[in-house]
Antibody
Framework: QVQLQESGPGVVKPSETLSLTCTVSVSSVNSGYYWGWIRQSPGKGLEWIASLYHSGTTYYNPSLKSRVTISLDTPKNQISLKLTSVTAADTAVYYC??????????????WGQGTLVVVSS | EIVLTQSPATLSLSPGERATLSCRASQGLSNYLAWYQQKPGQAPRLLIYDTSHRATGIPARFSGSGSGTDFTLTISSLEPEDFAVYYCQQRTSWPLTFTFGPGTKVDIK
């Protein structure tokens, strides 16, 4: 059973950079899957942030692209996310997920439990 | 940009009843659709991918159908554990992007 575990600071000050890490167990981040980050603001729906392939190819939500970087740390089996210049609108639960490229939809088939990030001074 | 619209926003039903959830895309989807279930305090769970394929371990009471711009998730007979929020999701090929619908909440009548 693939397991993903997000970790992050909990609270970030406005205008600072949010850094999150997703540690993957059982499955290798280098195993031919895509990986992604999705967030959910309190009481709201799901918003895709970014994805990457094990080759290092990255894809970003156009609305966040200027502030986001997703990367892979293969030796640590981790996926990282950096979001710069955060505001209160970035307060959300952040999920990492594996993407099944064997299906046309590229569904997110395994999810972490999520980590809440609050932007507050 | 493809926009997904889900209806109704809330569906109030009793256990044992049939639930029919709709997801409409602003353009025809060439890569089909996925559905997720989310319960309070939990991560979403994949139910259906490629419009009609159940994910591993998903009960047969969940089924998906549709094509083009109109898609449906049907729960044939609601169990107590099925009361949750349901999201649809699509992806574009190039560049690769993902979009979720706003969700339908299925609550107990």
């Amino acid at each position: 059973q693939v397991q993903l575990q997000e970790s992050g600071p909990g609270v970030v000050k406005p205008s600072e950079t949010l850094s999150l890490t997703c540690t993957v167990s059982v499955s290798s981040v280098n195993s031919g899957y895509y990986w992604g980050w999705i967030r959910q603001s309190p009481g709201k729906g799901l918003e895709w942030i970014a994805s990457l392939y094990h080759s290092g190819t990255t894809y970003y939500n156009p609305s966040l692209k200027s502030r986001v970087t997703i990367s892979l740390d293969t030796p640590k089996n981790q996926i990282s996310l950096k979001l710069t210049s955060v505001t209160a609108a970035d307060t959300a639960v952040y999920y990492c997920a594996r993407i099944d490229v064997g299906a046309n939809t590229y569904p997110f088939d395994y999810w972490g439990q999520g980590t809440l990030v609050v932007v507050s001074s | 940009e493809i926009v997904l619209t889900q209806s109704p926003a809330t569906l109030s039903l009793s256990p044992g009843e049939r639930a029919t959830l709709s997801c409409r895309a602003s353009q025809g989807l060439s890569n089909y659709l996925a559905w997720y279930q989310q319960k309070p305090g939990q991560a979403p769970r994949l139910l259906i991918y490629d419009t009609s394929h159940r994910a591993t371990g998903i009960p047969a009471r969940f089924s998906g159908s549709g094509s083009g711009t109109d898609f449906t998730l049907t729960i044939s007979s609601l169990e107590p554990e099925d009361f949750a929020v349901y999201y649809c999701q699509q992806r574009t090929s190039w560049p690769l992007t993902f979009t979720f619908g706003p969700g339908t909440k299925v609550d107990i009548k």
